[in-house]
């Protein structure tokens, strides 16, 4: 561990640069609102509720049927992005289940 000396304005500027980055970032979550990644659905939530596979949630993303937001390397779903596919999910599984397939 190596020990670094500074000297005492230095240390203030930074002390008060700091406060000034978390002052900015408290008023953009108060302007954006905090988005509790509670609200979020992962795969395998979005693939429970509308009974799907994972290769079918894929084509769904690909094709721009269903929005999704990336976060290094897991992705999320809106609840309500994933509420206005349902009617097109059900349809799809009807005519799949006709077809004597499933989804």
Known sequence: MEIVNIDANTFEKMLSEFENFANRTEALCRLYGEKNIGEWLDNQ??????NISKRTLQTLRDNGTLAYTQISHKIFYKPEDVQSILPLIVEKQKQAKYKGKQL
């Open 45 to 50: 939530d979005v693939c429970q509720l509308l």
